[in-house]
């Protein structure tokens, strides 16, 4: 497996432990390494020990505020040009403007659409670190659009399912691009088992290393439905 050195960083500062839960598990399920504080004056100890590549900001924080830390932050040259994501429930035009004048990039307002999160964040890293962020992925005969979500082999495009897309995608971020390579190369993946899932050799294995496990929640509330969450997450809609 990839060392987690390779992957871009986020730090999801929230107070709300299922929230926490809810977005570390998405995020990393996308590739990102992903760090977690609950309290402001513990994230800005944290921020000047080391910068990650982006910055998940609630704006209710004990300790110190999510706005007065993207404050200190804007102030500070390390941390100037820091992707900050601003989550509240603060809905109003004006506060919503307070918070992007303070100096966040963008904001987004509880509860909200996991998959809308996950395509800002992607947005926002193309815009500030686009040397790592690539939208279509190349490794041998293999193309892989992560934006269209389609794969293609040889110039042919394959026909893969949501969960299948996954597969090839978590394998390319998390595991590296050896192993993405290894699509064409049996014996570089982890058991080979994304090798022989493409050649047809025998069907994919949701127990595989590689694999990445994926319930679709029922819940009612707005943050969960129809999207993966992990089994010891469970949210009320008025959590």
């Known amino acids: 497996m990839a060392d987690s050195s390779t992957k871009l960083r986020i730090l999801v500062v929230e107070d ?3 929230l926490t839960l809810l977005l570390q ?10 760090e977690t504080v609950a309290r402001g004056d513990e994230a800005d ?27 200190r932050l ?7 040009q820091l992707p900050i994501i601003m989550l509240t429930a603060r809905g109003e035009e004006s ?23 996950l395509a800002r964040v992607r947005a926002l890293l193309r815009r500030a670190k686009p040397e790592r962020v690539a939208a ?17 082999r040889n110039g042919q495009e394959i026909s893969l399912g949501p969960t299948e897309f996954r597969l090839p995608r978590s394998c390319s971020t998390a595991c590296g691009a050896a192993t993405f390579i290894s699509m064409s190369a049996p014996s570089t993946c982890m058991s080979g088992v994304c090798a022989r899932r493409w ?7 949701r127990s595989a ?24 997450i469970s949210l009320s809609p008025s959590s």
Do not use: H, Q
Not at 223 to 230: C, N
């Open 199 to 205: 050649s047809g050799a025998t069907p994919l294995s």
């Open 136 to 152: 279509v992925l190349t490794a041998g005969d293999i193309e892989l659009d992560r934006e269209r979500r389609r794969v293609f």
């Open 45 to 71: 100890i944290r921020l000047r020990e080391a910068v990650p590549d982006l910055l998940l900001l609630d704006w209710m924080l004990p300790g110190v505020s999510g706005i007065e830390l993207c404050r």
């Open 25 to 34: 598990y998405n995020l990393e399920a996308e590739g990102y390494a992903v």
């Open 16 to 18: 709300e432990e299922p």
């Open 95 to 117: 506060e919503r403007l307070r918070g992007l004048e303070t100096g966040a990039d963008d904001y987004i307002v509880k509860p909200f659409s996991v998959p809308e999160l």
């Open 74 to 80: 804007r102030t500070r040259t390390e941390t100037a």
């Open 209 to 232: 290393p590689c694999a990445v496990p994926a319930t679709r929640s029922t819940s009612a509330s707005p943050r969960l439905k129809g999207w993966p969450v992990p089994s010891n």
